[in-house]
């Protein structure tokens, strides 16, 4: 077994052994498989949050060499956020990129994207619209629409999000 796939299952392995200690991750497992390098991952908005109750579906694709370089995630299930691109599901997380590091793991970084929601930085925006609100200091309009998004695209019982 290669290195990737041997890190990869132990990372399965310690998330199975931890899952319930992360309610905020429903699914973090390959997509299938036979393939390790493609994983999905499903998590919820956070209580307290415009995004209480709503459900994502995030798509992971494991590099060749992971864990040097990050893995590949984006949001399959629409969102409004402000570092999230709306139409594409890319993330702008520094993590992702530039601060990516060995000691990440697919769980932590999950993690990181589910705090992210609740933590958004209007100064880098994939959406501008709901990075505006933020940096206008409209939070009632911001966290109205986020609520609105989130029950329009992130609650429903469709084919992008299965509850």
């Known amino acids: ?8 299952l132990k990372e399965l392995n310690d998330y199975q052994r931890e899952a319930k200690t992360h309610p905020e991750i429903i699914e973090l ?9 493609q994983w999905r991952a ?29 893995p590949v995630i ?7 956020h402000p570092n999230v691109h709306f139409k594409t599901g890319e ?5 992702l990129k530039t601060a990516w590091s060995p000691a990440w793991t697919l769980k932590s970084t999950v ?4 705090l992210l929601l ?11 619209d709901a990075a ?5 200091g409209d939070i009632v309009g911001y966290e109205s629409m986020i609520r609105m998004y989130t029950q329009l695209l992130a609650m429903n019982d469709d084919d992008s999000n299965p509850n």
Request: proline residues 13%.
């Open 1 to 8: 077994m290669d290195p990737v796939s041997r890190r990869l």
């Open 74 to 80: 984006k949001f399959v299930t629409p969102i409004c």
């Open 29 to 37: 497992c390959p997509a299938d498989d036979e393939d390790l390098t």
């Open 42 to 70: 499903t998590i919820a908005g956070l209580n307290n949050t415009p995004f209480q109750g709503g459900l994502w579906n995030l798509e992971i694709k494991i590099p060749h060499n992971y864990p040097m370089q990050p």
């Open 118 to 128: 609740s933590n958004p930085e209007p100064s880098s925006p994939l959406n501008c």
């Open 111 to 114: 993690l990181a994207i589910s």
């Open 91 to 95: 993330i702008c997380l520094d993590l």
């Open 132 to 136: 505006n609100l933020l940096r206008c």
